[in-house]
Nanobody, 120 residues
Framework: QIKLVESGGSLVQAGGSLILSCVGS????????IGWFRQPPGKEREFVAA????????RYGDSVKGRFVISRDDAKNTAYLQMNNLKQEDTAVYYC?????????????WGQGTQVTVSS
């Protein structure tokens, strides 16, 4: 059974930084693109970032470019999302997801989400 588990969500002040982790099990991690998505309160889920095998392909959503960095350690079955210069509009539940295909998806496996709240 493939499972993805996010952690690291927290309450942080605007301008601060946070690192989210996504640990996978039941899959050969480096065969999957890992994507990060978020769902702000009352809004649709949106794409944040995605990374393919060994960082060969990386994508970022426009709202996070230059502030967030996606990375992965395939030996640890773990992906990370480094979030810098956080803004209140970054407040959301953050999900990691796995795609056997590419960074474009489809993403068939999802974690349960971790809450990030950015205060003023």
């Amino acid at each position: 059974q493939i499972k993805l588990v996010e952690s690291g969500g927290s309450l942080v002040q605007a301008g601060g930084s946070l690192i989210l982790s996504c640990v996978g099990s039941g899959l050969i991690f480096d065969e999957y693109a890992i994507g990060w998505f978020r769902q702000p309160p009352g809004k649709e889920r949106e794409f944040v970032a995605a990374d393919m095998w060994r960082g060969t392909v990386t994508r970022y959503g426009d709202s996070v470019k230059g502030r967030f960095v996606i990375s992965r350690d395939d030996a640890k079955n773990t992906a990370y999302l480094q979030m810098n210069n956080l803004k209140q509009e970054d407040t959301a539940v953050y999900y990691c997801a796995g795609s056997k295909g590419s960074v474009e998806g489809p993403y068939d496996y999802w974690g349960q989400g971790t809450q990030v709240t950015v205060s003023s």
